[in-house]
C-alpha cells in the first residue's frame, strides 16, 4: 500500500488549490478514503472522507462548502478541490486509507498573502 500526495504550495488567501492522492497496493474505490490536516502545534484534524461504491462524502464544518473531495477509479487517485482558501487552512494534509491506517507522507498547503 503506497499514497503519494501532490499539489500543495503557497497560495493567497481566497485562491484555490487541488490536492492528489496517487494510491498503488490496492483499487481505491472499493474502499473509503480520508484527507486529514495537521497545522504547526495542532493535533491532526479529519478533513474529508469519501465511502466507497456510492461515493457518499463526509467534511468537517470548518471546510463545508468549501472544499470538495472526490475520486478517479481509472487513475486511482483521490483528490481534495479546495477553493476560498483562508489562512487558518495551512497545515501539512495527509491522505490515509482508514482500512489499514495507511497514511501518505503529506503535502504543504501554506495560504498567506
Known amino acids: 500500500v503506497q499514497l503519494v500526495e501532490s499539489g500543495g504550495g503557497l497560495v493567497q488567501p481566497g485562491g484555490s488549490l487541488r490536492l492528489s492522492c496517487a494510491v498503488s497496493g490496492f483499487t481505491s474505490s472499493n474502499y473509503a478514503m480520508s484527507w486529514y490536516r495537521q497545522a504547526p502545534g495542532k493535533e491532526r484534524e479529519l478533513v474529508a472522507t469519501i465511502n466507497r461504491a456510492g461515493g457518499s462524502t463526509v467534511y468537517a464544518d470548518s471546510v463545508k462548502g468549501r472544499f470538495t473531495i472526490s475520486r478517479d477509479s481509472a487513475k486511482n487517485t483521490v483528490y481534495l478541490q479546495m477553493n476560498s482558501l483562508k489562512p487558518e487552512d495551512t497545515a501539512v494534509y495527509y491522505c490515509?486509507?482508514?482500512?489499514?491506517?495507511?497514511w501518505g507522507r503529506g503535502t504543504q498547503v501554506t495560504v498567506s498573502s
Open positions: 490515509r486509507f482508514p482500512a489499514r491506517n495507511s
